[in-house]
């Protein structure tokens, strides 16, 4: 093989923290990118993925240290032995990156063509003539569409899509030898990032450059990277050809990411976890799962013609209605799950928040157990109040960052009057605490203590403290790491299991949703345009927009009638 | 855009309606009975009838409310009750040293806080930036009153630079003798806090993304600063500035006293003194309009400034 366009020798990142104890982030990891491939970096939060690709652009913040012996070679030179001047020439002109929040990542207050602009000047020495046209037809080549007019909006005008093809279009500029992309689809939805990983191929294909592709989610890389390196705690797990990856991956971390992502052709009864694979034992999956409503199915909630109308201000005078529920009717079987699919903008949310009464609905009925809850005067819905429950996607804002854990879950059971006082209160707490996976002394801590997953485990205990019926899952498990993701999901499933609950499943993962649910509806600009058994939706789509949602789903390794050109071109 | 401002307009003739009713409403519940001032050791129930009469105190709380209206719509405040002489001449004569000596205060502060907020921000967490806080804290938890006598005593008395106080009838005059010691303490003064907050407004910027972004283009530290940074930091500036412009009129209370500078602030204190009900009423009044101008202005330049404010 030829001489690799960056060589990465035995990296070494350590954050000097407050305390004054160093923090080792990376610890001695080496790989190569080679000229005109893709590598696809994989691997969790605290994996150091992200750390060694700002390592790269020595964008770190300042308390990072590199170790004495690291090297990151780029055409002969080392990058971490460049002078700050030499190395703003690497920046956006020989190595360019894309972020994951293409929103926060442009400046607000520039329009997107003088952001472009503003590197083709730098790099390339352009005037501001030259140096637009050339924005327009970088646009252009990105699939902007309308982009003669686009070049001339703020970033908050575009959509998400369009923003990181703007991103794109600015990291491609001065024609960079390698792109780094850190997660640039995690922010969105389904459909476009197939649409931005298509364009991300094709441009490394017709450029010839090379990629450093970062992501948490194998499936994502699966169809267009060259090879990939599985990262864990700042060490490579394992490095090869992505086929070799998929197909016969050999270190037990790189088996487990594989296996505890659900996947569209298989659903166990218990998802895989980490801990599976790394005790050495061999992991044998369990049985599957059937799914679906059956005819004697006891109908918990029934929901006729919901709607929700939206108004803003406008002109003068003037009121502009936005609908973003359209006539929505479903029913809820006891201890089963109903899951809602849909972008951003489809009204999944809302359907959720409506029913939970935190919006007024517009028009439309309830029947939660035969009574109309969106009728209900406030004091008689306070009785059904505890028994639907949500929990939220975020769990770093969900929860009062000043209660501690036994706080949280005391105080809704004070409010309802659960528990005799505070002693039994505080014994259901624990019994809850435990019954979620928390260690015992989890009650005297704050949230900020947790992980993301633990902090979903707390809300969903919170949750529990008012033994709910229903529980809505607002994109619950969506920013979380795949692992993590797979033990919250075997959590919920345990825990339905145990007491009968139903849920609503709000999700913009097709993959997940098909996991869990029994009956999918499928949303699409505040319409429900498909309802379904969830084998039966997956398998036979009726609805083009089902159809649609359903082939831009990562497809991992496509091993069987795919090949890893084939399937993109069909975006 | 015009849409708005005509709505924005609009609404200010309810709040100004509300300002009236509470001026009036302590002014003749709560404040006692200027005829009784007036009077003075003269006082007896004819003189105190007559100056009643003449005030128009005598009429009902009613028809009082709807000549205070009249007035507020014609900005004309009638004649002062202390000095006789017409509210607006006042006005006219004590605005010039005010909105000179504060314009000058603010323009200076403003200039200097700014730009010693970016370099500290560009060097934040270093002993110099640490330093700096330090200094800010420890200098807004002194009075503004030991400023001022400190200033007068040690740089006006003891070491004879600048003239202790007073204040002259031509401009160059004031500008070169009288303006440059209060100026001096007045920016002194408001700098400490401005600086500390206008700091954290550019810290704050430097955290976000979009800074990363810019030096993975290869741009140059200061030119993030000066670009990229400094207009996103001065969105929450400018409001704080805006805000701050209707004091203008009001002038430096402190300072005009102690430096025998015959503006506003002096007057107010005079007028509240003498229970001058015309001068206080206009007072209030301009302050109250000028403080709704000037929100609406800075929802405006807000809008040239940041793009995704929608004005509604």
């Known amino acids: 093989m030829s001489e690799p366009l960056v060589s990465i020798q035995n990296l070494r990142v350590a954050f000097r923290m407050e305390d004054g104890e160093p923090f080792e982030a990376i610890k001695g990891i080496s790989f190569d990118i080679p000229k005109n491939r893709t590598v696809a970096l994989v691997g969790e939060s605290g994996s150091g993925k992200s750390v060694t690709s700002m390592a790269i652009l020595r964008l770190l913040p300042s308390n990072a240290e590199f170790g004495a012996e690291s090297k990151i070679l780029f055409e002969g030179k080392d990058l971490l032995q460049e002078d700050p001047h030499a190395l703003r020439k690497v920046r956006g002109g020989n190595i360019a990156m894309i972020f994951q929040e293409p929103m926060t990542s442009l400046n607000p207050v520039f329009t997107v063509g003088d952001q472009i602009m503003e590197t083709l000047m730098l790099h390339m020495g352009m005037g501001r003539r030259a140096a637009r046209q050339k924005a327009i037809s970088l646009l252009t080549e990105c699939g902007l569409p309308e982009p003669e007019r686009r070049v001339d909006r703020y970033p908050h005008e575009l959509s998400g899509g369009q923003q990181q093809r703007v991103m794109i279009a600015m990291a491609i500029a001065c024609e960079p030898k390698l792109l780094i992309a850190d997660e640039p689809t995690t922010a969105l939805d389904v459909t476009i990032q197939k649409q931005i990983l298509k364009l991300v191929a094709d441009l490394q294909k017709a450029r010839g450059m090379s990629v450093l592709f970062i992501t948490h989610d194998l499936d994502v890389v699966g169809e267009f990277a060259h090879e990939a390196v599985v990262m864990r705690e700042g060490e490579i797990r394992e490095h090869s050809e992505i086929r070799k990856i998929f197909e016969s991956p050999q270190d037990n971390y790189t088996k487990a990411l594989i296996k505890c992502r659900p996947h569209l052709g298989r659903r166990p009864q218990r998802l895989a976890v980490i801990d599976d694979f790394m005790q050495g034992t061999p992991y044998k999956e369990p049985p599957h799962r059937p799914r679906g409503y059956s005819h004697g199915d006891e109908i918990i909630l029934d929901v006729q013609g919901l709607h929700k109308t939206f108004f803003s201000r406008e002109g003068l005078f003037g009121k502009r209605a936005f609908d973003a529920v359209k006539d929505v009717s479903f029913k809820l079987a006891k201890g089963k799950t109903l899951g809602i699919v849909g972008e951003s903008g489809s009204g999944k949310t809302t359907v959720g928040l409506t029913l939970m009464r935190l919006h007024e609905a517009t028009a439309g009925k309830a029947f939660f157990n035969g009574k109309d809850i969106l009728s209900m005067t406030p004091k008689e819905f306070k009785a059904y109040k505890r028994r639907i429950q949500i929990v939220f996607q975020n769990p770093y804002a969900s929860l009062n960052p000043r209660f501690t854990v036994q706080d949280i879950l005391t105080e809704p059971m004070m409010l309802h009057g659960i528990g005799s006082g505070a002693q039994e209160r505080r014994r259901l707490a624990a019994d809850l605490a435990d019954r979620v996976g928390l260690s015992s002394n989890a009650l005297s801590k704050y949230p900020h203590e947790f992980s993301g997953g633990q902090r979903q485990r707390i809300a969903i205990a919170r949750c529990l403290t008012m033994k709910p019926d229903i529980l809505i899952c607002d994109e619950s498990v969506s920013a979380l790491d795949v692992s993590v993701q797979a033990q919250v999901l075997n959590l919920l499933q345990d825990l339905q299991d145990e007491f009968r609950l139903s849920y609503l499943f709000i999700s913009h993962d097709l993959s997940v949703v098909k996991h869990i649910s029994d009956q999918v509806m499928v949303m699409h600009e505040g319409v429900l345009v498909e309802q379904a058994d969830s084998d039966v939706i997956y398998a036979n789509p009726q609805h083009d927009y089902t159809r649609e949602l359903l082939a831009s789903i990562p497809r991992g390794w496509p091993r069987d009638s795919f090949n890893a050109e084939g399937a993109l071109a069909e975006a | ?312």
């Open chain 2, 1 to 312: 855009m015009f849409a708005y401002i005509i709505r924005r307009v609009l609404q200010m003739i309810p709040t100004i309606f509300g300002v009236m009713l509470l001026l009036f409403i302590l002014f003749n519940w709560v404040g006692g009975d200027p005829s009784y001032i007036l009077a003075g050791k003269s006082m007896n129930a004819t003189t105190l009838a007559n100056i009643r009469a003449q005030l128009g105190l005598d009429k009902s709380q009613f028809a009082q409310f709807l000549i205070f209206v009249k007035q507020v719509a014609t900005l004309n405040f009638g004649i002062s009750w202390s000095n006789q002489q017409p509210v607006s001449s006042i006005l006219a004569a004590r605005v010039g040293p005010s909105v000179t000596l504060t314009g000058f205060i603010m323009l200076v502060s403003t200039v200097l806080s700014i730009s010693m907020a970016s370099l500290v921000a560009y060097v934040r967490g270093s002993l110099t930036d640490r330093m700096v806080t330090l200094i800010c804290t420890t200098a807004m938890s002194v009075s503004a009153l030991v400023y001022i006598i400190a200033g007068q005593f040690w740089l006006a008395h003891k070491l004879g630079w600048f003239p202790v106080l007073g204040w002259g009838d031509s401009f160059a005059k004031n500008l070169v003798t009288y303006l440059p010691l209060p100026v001096l303490l007045g920016v002194i003064v408001s700098l400490a806090p401005d600086l500390r907050f206008y700091r954290s407004c550019f810290v704050e910027e430097m955290n976000h993304d979009y800074v990363r972004t810019a030096r993975a283009k290869g741009l140059s530290e200061p030119k993030i600063m000066l670009k990229h940074v400094m207009r996103n930091a001065l969105i929450p500036v400018v409001t704080s500035i805006m805000m701050s412009l209707p004091y203008l009129l009001v002038g430096a209370l402190l300072l005009e006293t102690f430096f025998a500078i015959p503006g506003m602030g002096r007057e107010v204190i005079m007028a509240v003194d003498k229970s001058d009900f015309p001068v206080i009423k206009a007072i209030t009044i301009y302050i109250a309009i000028l403080t709704m101008i000037f929100n609406l202005l800075a929802d405006i330049v807000y809008k040239l400034i940041d793009p995704r404010v929608q004005l509604k």
